[in-house]
Every structure is written in C-alpha cells, then in structure tokens.
C-alpha cells in the first residue's frame, strides 16, 4: 500500500535554516492531509494539518503547502532548531474513509545540527 | 493538557498466548483507533471504533483482534493468539468528531508487544 509515500528517509539541516519535508500521495479521494512529529519511544504528535480545498497552512514556524495536481505536499519549518530533530511522518485521509482511518507515510528523519 | 495513555509500555508474551494492551483515550473523545508500527515500517491502521462497535477495519484485524470499551473510560485491544510477526508498536488515538474525518487524531504512548 504506497498511496502517501515520503520519498526521503533522512535530512539533516543546519540550525537556523528551513527544513523542508516532502509528501506524495496517489489517491485522489484524499482531501484531509496532516504531519505527525515522532520522537524516540514517543507516539505521534499531531503538528499541523490541511484541507485540499487549501493550498497552505500556517502555525508560527511550520507552513503546509498542498499541490492538488501533483499531489503533493511539503512541510516547511523557519527557523529549524535542534529540538525540532524527529520522524516527521505525513497521513492522508478522505471521505470515502467514514471510519477516519489515517494513511501514513514512511516517515523522514530529520537532524538539525547546531 | 489532556492526553491518550497506554498500558503496559512493553509487553513480552510468548506465541500463542492472548494479550490485551490497554488505552485510556481523552475523556470528552468519541471515536477510538488502533494503529500499529512495526519496526522500520510504516503506521498503519487497524480498527476505528465509535458508539460500541467498529466502524471501519484493515485487512490486518482478522478473526485472532478484537476491540472493547468496557467501560467508560477504557479501550482494549485483544489478540487471541499471538503470532511472532504481531510483534509491533501497537498505538491508540482518539478523536472528538463522528463521522468527521477532518478531526485531528491525539495519538499515546505506545505499547510495544514481543512475541517470543
């Protein structure tokens, strides 16, 4: 099942720069899309999420941006600090899902070095 | 701040035996989730469950899961017999909406279960 697909297993980002994270997904029934952060031994922690009928989404350092025709978004994150270093994993779900069930990518890596 | 908590941590079992991990979601939450992850894999879903019975379940959730809210603040998840490639990260969510996909799911701890 490869319908979100986080192409990236690791980036690693100096502290103070943007980090951008990156999703695809292929089921166009999609239309609710969220990044979870994960921490070692943690669970998920919901960050930010986006409705398709938007192309971005703004929360203090982290913005979400959606391209409906390529199915694609990313995760943008000014300033990256070390603290932000975590699994961020990107979920999908539609209205065919009346169950809420969420689709999750692999997940990426990110370090964010001093 | 409210948060979802999960019961044990770590759960060591051997093959066959029956386990139930345990999940006490947010208390004003309505719809329960189990997910699980297992290592160097994606999350994935197994079961939602909303007003005492399922609402939706993965291909994974076969006859050997079940699901229970026995009470009013509890959410198990059973496995009849466990197998060794049930060994995972088994994670619970809750969500406050019905039928709302759009409601942000609230994620614990985990459990992690080996199957020896």
């Known amino acids: 099942d490869q319908q979100v697909k986080q192409n990236s297993p690791s980036l690693s980002v100096q502290e103070g720069r943007i980090s951008i994270l990156n999703c695809d997904y292929t089921?166009?029934?999609?239309?609710?899309f969220l990044w979870y952060k994960k921490y070692p031994a943690e669970g998920p922690t919901f960050l930010i999420s986006?409705?398709?009928?938007?192309d971005k989404n703004e929360d203090g350092r982290f913005t979400v941006f959606l391209n409906k025709s390529a199915k694609h978004l990313s995760l943008h994150i000014v300033p990256s600090q070390p603290g932000d270093s975590a699994v961020y994993f990107c979920?999908?779900?539609?209205?065919?899902?009346?169950?809420?069930?969420?689709?999750f990518g692999q997940g990426t890596e990110l370090s964010v070095k001093p | 701040e409210p948060e979802v908590t999960q019961t044990p941590s770590h759960q060591v079992t051997q093959m066959g035996q029956e386990v139930i991990l345990r999940c006490v979601p947010i208390?004003?939450?309505?719809?329960f989730y189990w997910y699980r992850q297992i290592l160097g894999q994606k999350v994935e879903f197994l079961v939602s469950?909303?007003?005492?019975?399922?609402?939706?379940k993965s291909e994974i959730f076969d006859d050997q899961f079940s699901v229970e809210r026995p009470d009013g603040s509890n959410f198990t998840l059973k496995i009849r017999s466990t197998k060794l490639e049930d060994s995972a990260m088994y994670f619970c969510?809750?969500?406050?909406?019905?039928?709302?996909?759009?409601?942000?799911?609230?994620f614990g701890p985990g459990t992690r279960l080996t199957v020896l």
């Open positions: 208390s004003n939450h309505l719809y």
């Open positions: 469950f909303y007003n005492n019975e399922i609402s939706e």
């Open positions: 979920a999908a779900s539609g209205q065919n899902n009346q169950g809420g069930k969420l689709i």
């Open positions: 969510a809750s969500s406050t909406s019905p039928r709302d996909h759009t409601d942000t799911q609230y």
């Open positions: 089921n166009s029934m999609f239309d609710y």
């Open positions: 986006i409705s398709s009928i938007k």
